[in-house]
């Protein structure tokens, strides 16, 4: 049976494997040009989904509300990333 750490470990260490990714890719091509900026950012943006998942997990028993709240957290984070990617709402904040 898979204990409630183990689950906490595995979305941690997701979130730290995507922020990983850029890093790599980085020393294989110069498409992808991040600064140490960028890694704050999308690293404070994925553990705070993590984070966030986690205390769902944590306090939400049932099945159904947990599928909502993931749903609503998945959401936020592709709005929030699309909107500093390409400026989706045109925010102060938009990558354009």
Not at 38 to 65: E, H, P, Q, R, S
Not at 75 to 84: D, K, N, P, S, V
Request: hydrophobic share 60%; net charge positive.
């Amino acid at each position: 049976m898979i204990t409630q750490n183990q689950t906490s470990a595995f979305i941690y260490l997701s979130a730290a494997i995507i922020l990983i990714a850029p890093l790599i890719a980085m020393q294989f091509t110069k498409e992808i040009n991040w600064t140490a900026s960028d890694f704050l950012i999308m690293g404070t943006l994925l553990f705070t989904t993590a984070l966030a998942a986690d205390l769902v997990l944590k306090k939400v028993k049932t099945f159904k509300y947990r599928l909502i709240l993931f749903f609503g957290i998945s959401a936020l984070l592709i709005l929030i990333w699309a909107e500093m990617a390409v400026g989706i709402f045109g925010s102060p904040f938009a990558g354009n």
